[in-house]
Each structure stands twice: as C-alpha cells, then as structure tokens.
C-alpha cells in the first residue's frame, strides 16, 4: 500500500474513533480512582507521515524513513466525578464520544471547558504543545474510543503539572 492510500485509510479510521481518560495525579487535584481502560489494537507502521487539520490545530507526525509510528485504539470509561489529570501527547490523538459528555480545559483557558456530548469528537494536538485535563463532569459514565498516532516506542499520555491559572 502506497503512502497516499495508507493516508486515506488512517484518515478513515480517524473519523470513527478518539483518546482516553487515564485518572492521574496532578499538582493542583487530587488523584481520581483509575477509570477502566483497554487497548484495543496497537499496528506498527513503517513510514508513516500524519497532517492534521482541524479548525485552528495543526499537527504533524513524521517518522523518519526506516522507523517506525504505532496507531493504538483505546476503549475508556471514566465514572462520574473522574478526571484524566492534566496531561499532553507525543502525538496525535482522536477522540469520540460514545456514552455521556467530556469537559475538556486547556492551558489557554484552564477554567472554562467545552463539553463533546454522545456523538461528538475532537483531536488532541501532538509533541507535547497542549497541557489539557478531560474531566466528566456528568451523572453518568463517560465512555471514549481514542486512536493515538505516535512514533514507535512515544508514551501514549504523559502527566504535567496543572497550568498557571488552573481552577483544580
């Protein structure tokens, strides 16, 4: 499969499918109870280069040629009252919304979160620019499908310290 179509399928699969609440310690939160998470799949892939556009973000991953990238699929639940803890991404990570509704800060705006509802999705930005925290914040479970992109052998989440500003 040409570098083209192995873009079309990843760009299709990117559509279905999102990142994950991993409940971490934070130092401005407690820590919240583990949310129950599964790989799904994890695909090595040879020379895979990764653009991303999605309103004002843009990411690209790049690996060299004659390394290697993994695309991880990834199923979580997070009870009410879980958080992810803030945290940023080597790469680039889509996520869907399948059950309940996910508040999502970042560090440009650490207090004041958009809500994705059942249906609903976003991408997160890749090399570790973002430091953001997904809470549920709802009276049900939340349940996410994340697809990560990374180099091989990248951490799939790593945790940072709660930004300037942050209300928890």
Request: aromatic share 8%.
């Amino acid at each position: 499969m040409n570098l083209k179509s192995r873009s079309i399928v990843l760009l299709a699969a990117a559509t279905s499918v999102a990142t994950v609440l991993v409940a971490s310690q934070a130092s401005a939160q407690p820590a919240s109870p583990p949310a129950p998470s599964a790989i799904l799949s994890r695909t090595t892939l040879d020379d895979l280069n990764v653009w991303v556009k999605w309103g004002k973000l843009h990411s690209t991953i790049n690996t060299a040629q004659d390394s290697q990238s993994e695309v991880v699929f990834q199923r979580a639940v997070a009870p009410p009252g879980v958080t992810a803890g803030w945290h940023t991404h080597a790469g680039v990570v889509f996520v869907s919304v399948a059950e309940g509704v996910l508040t999502y800060y970042d560090q440009n705006n650490p207090c004041e979160g958009r809500t994705f509802a059942q249906g609903q999705g976003f991408v997160e930005e890749a090399h570790g620019d973002v430091v953001h925290i997904a809470r549920n914040e709802g009276s049900t479970d939340l349940v996410l499908y994340l697809m990560y992109v990374v180099n091989k052998g990248d951490d799939l989440r790593t945790s940072q310290p709660a930004p300037a500003g942050a209300c928890f």
